[in-house]
């Protein structure tokens, strides 16, 4: 059976629908056609030129990501330009790419849901309700009090990390906690309203690290706490479609921020 663009894109927003991401967002089809055939799917977090060099060595006819190539208009293309090569030599390869960023952060299933399966977390909702079932992170229960101490162990442990950046220790004990994939520091107050005593996210800045006595949060970095999200997909779309070359980009590291 031949199937096409628009069915692998159906297959993903039945798990995380279009009509949900926020709305400065660009999920979606940014490159190519609904109509178009596909046999072979690549995924990955960040649509690079080099992903879309990888897809083409593979023979990958559709790239899907987390984080969608195009954010904004482009008022050029240049093949100078990370953007602009990717989207070239993508088009000269006939490449369609897909993205499902918050589409996949608002369902519970999805980015930060994730998050919370790592810790093992009890009783997970979403943190900023969107009165559609869906929203922005989400709050859970350990399934024991632990320490501030043993909380940053636990986290270092599950999330694979040398290093997170957190606010000042708590006293107290560590028994519900918060969390948002990628950029979360936003939702800090909505944290701190669930009851939440440990916040979990990446991209928080310096001031937001002055927390008080009952609150502390946890910046474990913005590709850490969404890489998981590619797994989530690469299982749908392979469940969804048996016959398809599936597969995961063999250079997933493309976090632009190092550490030494």
């Known amino acids: 059976m031949m199937y096409k663009v628009k069915d692998v894109v159906a297959a993903i927003e039945e798990f995380a629908p279009l009509s949900i991401q926020e709305g400065w967002d660009n999920s979606g089809l940014c490159i190519g056609s ?33 984080h969608p190539l195009i954010f904004s208009g482009l008022k050029k293309i240049s093949p100078e330009d990370q953007v602009g090569a990717a989207v070239i030599k993508a088009i000269k390869a006939g490449i369609s790419i ?25 009783n997970v909702t979403i943190l900023d309700e969107d009165g559609e079932g869906t929203g922005l992170g989400v709050v859970g229960d350990l399934p024991a009090p632990v320490t501030s101490e043993d909380a940053v162990r636990l986290v270092k442990e599950r999330f694979n990390l040398k290093v997170l950046r957190a606010s000042r220790p708590l006293d107290g004990f560590v028994s519900r906690v918060a969390m948002c994939g990628g950029s979360g520091g936003s939702l800090i107050g909505a944290a701190k309203r669930s009851g939440a005593q440990l916040y979990l996210s990446g991209d928080i800045s310096y001031h937001n690290f002055f927390t008080g006595d009952d609150f502390m949060i946890m910046d474990i970095g913005h590709y850490e ?23 995961i980009t063999q250079n997933i590291y493309s976090n632009p921020i190092f550490y030494f």
């Open 98 to 122: 897909y993205a499902a960023h918050t589409s996949a952060d608002k369902v519970i299933a999805g980015v930060s849901g994730a998050m919370a399966a790592r810790l093992g977390l009890e």
């Open 34 to 66: 609904p109509e178009a055939a596909v046999s072979s799917v690549l995924l990955g977090l960040d649509c690079t030129p080099e992903l879309v060099d990888e897809a083409v060595e593979c023979g990958a006819d559709m790239i899907v990501t987390h």
């Open 225 to 247: 706490s969404e890489i998981e999200i590619v797994d989530i997909l690469f299982s749908l779309i392979r469940k969804k479609f048996p016959n398809f070359a599936v597969r």
